[in-house]
């Protein structure tokens, strides 16, 4: 039995080397890219919504590409990688800086942004929506229509209301679970009224394990685990609401990205993946480096080689781990992005309805991660 699944998993790995190397050099239309959501998907608006410093214009972040241009790495986010697959010549621009080039798209993601609400200096899903309508003139109708629209958003909301509601009980976690996913509903109906049609949205990572997590509720080695389970409620949400919608809405395209199984995998088996460490930040300070990474009156400390950490501050990924997200995102199969990988959903023409609608495949992704071995060779592109 175990021969026959360390077989199926060279298959697996050899199928997903294929596709990467196909999919890269394969055209797609020239489209725009839209982004929309919290800090991992800011190209760097906060601080021009801000008008002062942040940390994130400063070193380290930018550290491997000696460009600390507001982005919440220490090189290119997911987005950037997209682009480029995309054939779009540069990185996604923030679509607040003056004069950017937006005629292929823009990131209207904000850092701290939330779906309930956000603080000063940030703008929840609803208000960059609402930006981007200012803006439409910018591109024609028929444009929009044709291009990608993605959305990770959702983690501040639930790191502020686990926050201030330590002993909420499973009915007040449920209620507030509904809240989040019916606001999100409403901001992809807006934009979907506002001509966008084909969207990706991303599943929550599994939020008890992120470092400023373990760092703020003392778990050590462990995850927060009632966070975690807020996660899974909210992602158990994702796919069948954007399958509803597909039904109703005309012409309304869309994937969903399982980023909390995809994140969960590097986190308990980092170093098959080539990650030294997956618990603590490279960047940053306390118990798990998690804590002031770039501010000013803070001496963080700076791990020596990026690349080796899941996690380059308290609660975003390094560059490396970015762009194999990218990879995965652009051309894996359905056990990580269903029911259309982003290439797949470029390409599908305008209009049409859905064939393939999103399934619940928990069962499937169990058995991947208990029978199958992960590539030997630790690969970063690895499902």
């Given at each position: 039995m175990r021969n026959k699944c360390s077989?199926?998993?060279?298959?697996?790995?050899?199928?997903?080397?294929?596709?990467?190397?196909?999919?890269?050099?394969?055209?797609?239309?020239?489209?725009?890219?839209?982004?929309?959501?919290?800090?991992?998907?800011?190209?760097?608006?906060?601080?021009?919504?801000?008008?002062?410093?942040?940390?994130?214009?400063?070193?380290?972040?930018?550290?491997?590409?000696?460009?600390?241009?507001?982005?919440?790495?220490?090189?290119?986010?997911?987005?950037?990688?997209?682009?480029?697959?995309?054939?779009?010549?540069?990185?996604?621009?923030?679509?607040?800086?003056?004069?950017?080039?937006?005629?292929?798209?823009?990131?209207?993601?904000?850092?701290?942004?939330?779906?309930?609400?956000?603080?000063?200096?940030?703008?929840?899903?609803?208000?960059?929506?609402?930006?981007?309508?200012?803006?439409?003139?910018?591109?024609?109708?028929?444009?929009?229509?044709?291009?990608?629209?993605?959305?990770?958003?959702?983690?501040?909301?639930?790191?502020?209301?686990?926050?201030?509601?330590?002993?909420?009980?499973?009915?007040?976690?449920?209620?507030?679970?509904?809240?989040?996913?019916?606001?999100?509903?409403?901001?992809?109906?807006?934009?979907?009224?506002?001509?966008?049609?084909?969207?990706v949205v991303y599943m929550l990572p599994p939020l008890g394990c992120l470092p400023i997590v373990r760092q703020e509720y003392k778990t050590g080695n462990g995850c927060y685990e009632k966070l975690n389970d807020l996660a899974k409620q909210h992602n158990a949400i994702i796919g069948p609401m954007l399958n509803e919608m597909a039904k109703t809405g005309a012409g309304f395209q869309f994937t969903v990205f399982d980023f909390y199984n995809v994140v969960l995998r590097r986190t308990q088996r980092n170093l098959n993946y080539r990650y030294s460490v997956a618990n603590i930040s490279c960047c940053g300070v306390g118990t798990h480096n998690a804590y002031g990474c770039g501010l000013p009156n803070v001496h963080s400390k700076l791990c020596e080689y990026q690349r080796s950490y899941l996690y380059f501050d308290a609660s975003h990924h390094s560059e490396k781990a970015q762009e194999s997200f990218a990879h995965l995102l652009f051309g894996a199969d359905t056990i990580v992005i269903q029911p259309l990988n982003v290439r797949e959903l470029i390409v599908y023409p305008a209009d049409e309805s859905m064939r393939d609608l999103w399934e619940d495949k928990t069962e499937e992704k169990l058995s991947l991660v208990l029978d199958v071995d992960v590539d030997a060779s630790g690969s970063e592109y690895t499902i």
């Open positions: 077989l199926v998993s060279v298959l697996l790995v050899f199928t997903l080397f294929h596709t990467l190397d196909i999919v890269s050099a394969q055209n797609v239309p020239a489209v725009a890219l839209f982004t929309f959501g919290d800090s991992n998907f800011d190209a760097g608006n906060r601080k021009f919504l801000l008008n002062a410093n942040a940390p994130q214009n400063f070193w380290p972040y930018g550290k491997s590409r000696d460009d600390p241009n507001g982005k919440f790495s220490d090189g290119k986010i997911v987005p950037d990688f997209i682009a480029k697959f995309m054939g779009i010549p540069h990185d996604l621009p923030p679509a607040f800086k003056p004069d950017a080039d937006v005629s292929r798209g823009a990131s209207f993601a904000v850092g701290h942004a939330s779906l309930l609400g956000s603080p000063r200096g940030s703008l929840n899903l609803n208000q960059q929506v609402r930006r981007f309508n200012d803006m439409r003139s910018n591109w024609k109708e028929d444009y929009i229509h044709k291009s990608l629209f993605m959305i990770f958003i959702g983690t501040e909301d639930y790191l502020n209301f686990t926050k201030n509601n330590p002993n909420a009980d499973g009915s007040a976690q449920q209620a507030f679970v509904t809240s989040v996913t019916n606001r999100l509903r409403r901001d992809i109906n807006l934009l979907y009224s506002s001509g966008a049609s084909k969207f």
